[in-house]
């Protein structure tokens, strides 16, 4: 008896980790078809920080991207928070909602978000405005870096109610981009530093004519 209870159990801890191993080839297999998915669509390329990346740097990024699926109902970004990730939706589809002077809770729907829509764009502007920073300051790393204004998010984004099973995304955070730059990937660094420029210049030029108003 003992021993058929010893092999009972051997029998079934070979079957959990066959099923395991099944889950684990199945999410690889996923990642894989949603990043070519992603290359595939060309949508990147409507993404501010990318749009002057040639396919070889696009390519590196999606690499780097993750897999994240949330609940229907779910709040992925909420307006005001830093904005630490950066989104693209590959199944699904989003509500998003902004705070205004009537509803300060529950905020106004301001539209929806579906398939190959991007948002928490603010993520990589922060990021690469740090990389440009840390390597204009060249070893006045922190000083440099205080002068990074973080974004923020401006709206809140929900995966919607009536999804069955809610909503698939490739997430980046600020954090994994600074690597790849860091790390000396095939990344067009000078077109990422262009976006940062233009980007500058366009928020200083909202400043100036805010004051002359």
Do not use: Y
Not at 28 to 49: I, N
Not at 70 to 82: C, L, R, S, T, Y
Not at 118 to 124: N, P
Not at 175 to 182: A, G, P
């Amino acid at each position: 008896a003992l021993m058929n209870d010893s092999d009972a159990h051997a029998e079934g801890r070979r079957q959990n980790i066959a099923i395991r191993r099944e889950r684990s080839h199945r999410k690889t297999l996923l990642r894989v078809a949603q990043r070519k998915k992603l290359k595939e669509s060309k949508r990147m390329k409507s993404v501010q920080c990318f749009k002057h990346l040639d396919d070889a740097s696009i390519s590196a990024i999606v690499d780097a991207m993750t897999p994240q699926t949330f609940a229907p109902g779910q709040i992925i970004v909420q307006q005001g928070d830093p904005a630490e990730s950066f989104f693209i939706i590959v199944k699904g589809t989003c509500v998003v909602k902004r705070a205004t002077l009537v509803d300060l809770v529950n905020g106004q729907v301001i539209g929806e978000l579906s398939t190959f829509d991007h948002f928490g764009e603010g993520a990589l502007l922060t990021a690469v405005n740090r990389h440009f920073m840390r390597t204009k300051s060249e070893g006045e790393t922190a000083a440099g870096e205080s002068k990074v204004k973080v974004q923020t998010r401006n709206a809140t984004v929900i995966a919607k109610a009536e999804s069955d099973k809610g909503v698939d995304t490739m997430m980046m955070t600020g954090e994994d981009l600074e690597k790849l730059m860091r790390g000396g990937s095939n990344i067009d660094m000078e077109a990422l530093m262009r976006v940062c420029a233009e980007e500058h210049a366009q928020r200083e030029a909202l400043s100036t004519a805010r004051k002359a108003w």
